[in-house]
Nanobody, 111 residues
């Protein structure tokens, strides 16, 4: 399987945390970096966070201070740590590595 594979989604209460994982079977995340997108029901897909191969990170304004993107190159895995989750964070989250998209993992924030 070439496309990256996400995991870690689920149902969480507002204020809770989740950590999403993205396994890169091509072992190129260390070379090309990684990005996380999300798509909420009825909304356009948006870029949430990205990390370059040099380690530079970028976040959309609504998640700054709450989400953290990282990678473990030894495990060929990227992560998105999500804290202080809000109902508006509910979406399918996708990782992108080297132009290939995963199938997504659903995050639902609800009480």
């Amino acid at each position: 399987q070439v496309q990256p594979v996400e995991s870690g989604g689920g149902l969480v209460q507002p204020g809770g945390s989740l950590r999403l994982s993205c396994v890169d079977s091509r072992s190129i995340v260390r070379v090309v970096g990684i990005a996380w997108y999300r798509q909420a029901p009825g909304k356009q897909r948006e870029l949430v966070a990205s990390m370059s191969s040099a380690g530079d990170t970028s976040y959309t304004e609504s998640v700054k201070g709450r989400f953290t993107i990282s990678t473990d190159n030894a495990k060929n895995t990227g992560y998105l740590q999500m804290n202080s989750l809000k109902p508006e964070d509910t979406a399918v989250y996708y990782c992108v590595v080297g132009g290939l998209w995963g199938k997504g993992t659903l995050v639902t924030v609800s009480s």
